[in-house]
Protein backbone atom coordinates (compact mmCIF):
# COMPACT_ATOMS: atom_id res chain seq x y z
CA UNK A 1 0.00 0.00 0.00
CA UNK A 2 1.64 3.17 -0.92
CA UNK A 3 1.43 6.09 1.98
CA UNK A 4 2.88 8.71 3.48
CA UNK A 5 3.60 8.73 7.13
CA UNK A 6 4.47 12.32 8.70
CA UNK A 7 6.10 12.45 12.29
CA UNK A 8 7.85 14.84 14.29
CA UNK A 9 5.00 17.08 15.33
CA UNK A 10 4.51 18.21 19.17
CA UNK A 11 4.64 21.59 20.74
CA UNK A 12 7.06 23.82 21.27
CA UNK A 13 7.50 28.19 22.61
CA UNK A 14 7.29 30.59 20.12
CA UNK A 15 10.87 31.07 18.74
CA UNK A 16 11.88 27.18 18.78
CA UNK A 17 12.46 24.23 16.41
CA UNK A 18 10.59 21.20 15.22
CA UNK A 19 12.11 18.82 12.21
CA UNK A 20 8.91 17.24 10.20
CA UNK A 21 9.87 14.04 8.48
CA UNK A 22 7.72 12.24 5.95
CA UNK A 23 8.91 8.51 5.27
CA UNK A 24 7.13 6.90 2.02
CA UNK A 25 6.47 3.15 2.16
CA UNK A 26 4.53 0.98 -0.36
CA UNK A 27 6.39 2.68 -3.35
CA UNK A 28 9.26 4.19 -4.19
CA UNK A 29 8.61 8.53 -4.27
CA UNK A 30 11.97 9.18 -5.57
CA UNK A 31 10.76 10.34 -9.33
CA UNK A 32 7.86 12.57 -7.53
CA UNK A 33 8.28 16.16 -5.88
CA UNK A 34 7.23 16.05 -2.23
CA UNK A 35 5.26 18.96 -0.84
CA UNK A 36 4.26 20.12 2.81
CA UNK A 37 0.93 21.72 3.48
CA UNK A 38 -0.07 22.72 6.71
CA UNK A 39 -4.11 23.42 7.98
CA UNK A 40 -5.31 25.48 10.95
CA UNK A 41 -8.60 25.52 12.71
CA UNK A 42 -11.34 27.07 10.74
CA UNK A 43 -9.17 27.74 7.79
CA UNK A 44 -8.53 26.48 4.42
CA UNK A 45 -5.73 24.19 3.71
CA UNK A 46 -2.48 26.36 2.47
CA UNK A 47 0.86 25.00 0.54
CA UNK A 48 3.97 25.42 3.00
CA UNK A 49 6.99 24.20 0.87
CA UNK A 50 7.82 21.56 -2.12
CA UNK A 51 10.89 19.89 -3.17
CA UNK A 52 11.71 18.62 -6.91
CA UNK A 53 12.18 14.74 -7.15
CA UNK A 54 16.02 15.25 -7.45
CA UNK A 55 16.29 17.98 -4.55
CA UNK A 56 17.30 20.78 -6.56
CA UNK A 57 14.52 23.25 -6.87
CA UNK A 58 12.26 24.36 -3.91
CA UNK A 59 9.57 26.59 -3.39
CA UNK A 60 8.37 27.92 -0.38
CA UNK A 61 5.53 29.97 0.96
CA UNK A 62 6.11 33.80 1.93
CA UNK A 63 5.29 33.05 5.25
CA UNK A 64 7.75 30.32 5.83
CA UNK A 65 10.57 31.61 3.86
CA UNK A 66 13.61 32.38 5.07
CA UNK A 67 12.43 30.36 8.83
CA UNK A 68 11.63 26.78 6.95
CA UNK A 69 14.30 24.35 4.74
CA UNK A 70 12.56 21.42 3.27
CA UNK A 71 15.27 18.89 2.43
CA UNK A 72 14.65 15.04 1.15
CA UNK A 73 16.57 12.17 1.03
CA UNK A 74 15.61 9.49 -1.61
CA UNK A 75 18.07 6.62 -0.50
CA UNK A 76 15.41 7.01 2.70
CA UNK A 77 12.46 7.78 0.88
CA UNK A 78 11.89 10.43 3.12
CA UNK A 79 11.14 14.27 3.20
CA UNK A 80 11.74 16.46 6.00
CA UNK A 81 11.02 20.17 6.78
CA UNK A 82 12.92 21.81 9.38
CA UNK A 83 11.53 24.15 11.31
CA UNK A 84 12.79 27.61 13.15
CA UNK A 85 11.49 30.47 14.48
CA UNK A 86 8.14 29.42 14.61
CA UNK A 87 5.71 31.50 15.69
CA UNK A 88 1.90 30.81 17.05
CA UNK A 89 0.34 31.21 14.11
CA UNK A 90 2.43 28.51 12.08
CA UNK A 91 -0.07 26.26 14.71
CA UNK A 92 -1.30 23.89 12.14
CA UNK A 93 -1.57 19.95 10.94
CA UNK A 94 0.80 19.39 8.80
CA UNK A 95 0.60 17.22 5.85
CA UNK A 96 3.11 15.82 3.31
CA UNK A 97 2.21 14.76 -0.36
CA UNK A 98 3.13 13.65 -3.42
CA UNK A 99 3.10 15.43 -6.63
CA UNK A 100 4.69 15.12 -10.50
CA UNK A 101 5.95 18.78 -10.00
CA UNK A 102 6.81 21.55 -7.56
CA UNK A 103 3.22 22.99 -7.72
CA UNK A 104 1.79 25.27 -4.68
CA UNK A 105 -2.02 23.80 -5.97
CA UNK A 106 -3.26 21.35 -3.52
CA UNK A 107 -5.60 19.66 -6.23
CA UNK A 108 -2.62 18.96 -7.66
CA UNK A 109 -1.13 16.28 -5.42
CA UNK A 110 -1.94 12.62 -5.83
CA UNK A 111 -0.83 11.00 -1.76
CA UNK A 112 -1.02 12.42 1.15
CA UNK A 113 -0.47 11.64 4.47
CA UNK A 114 -2.33 11.79 7.81
CA UNK A 115 -0.94 14.92 9.24
CA UNK A 116 1.26 15.77 12.45
CA UNK A 117 0.27 18.42 14.70
CA UNK A 118 2.39 20.93 15.40
CA UNK A 119 1.74 23.44 18.19
CA UNK A 120 3.32 26.63 18.61
CA UNK A 121 2.48 28.56 22.15
CA UNK A 122 3.32 32.45 23.20
Known amino acids: QDQLVESGGGSVQAGGSLRLSCAASGRTFSSYALGWFRQAPGKEREFVSA????????DYADSVQDRFTISRDNAKNTVYLQMNSLKPEDTAVYYC???????????????WGRGTQVTVSS
Open 97 to 111: AASYGVVKEAKNYIY
Open 51 to 58: INWAGNTV
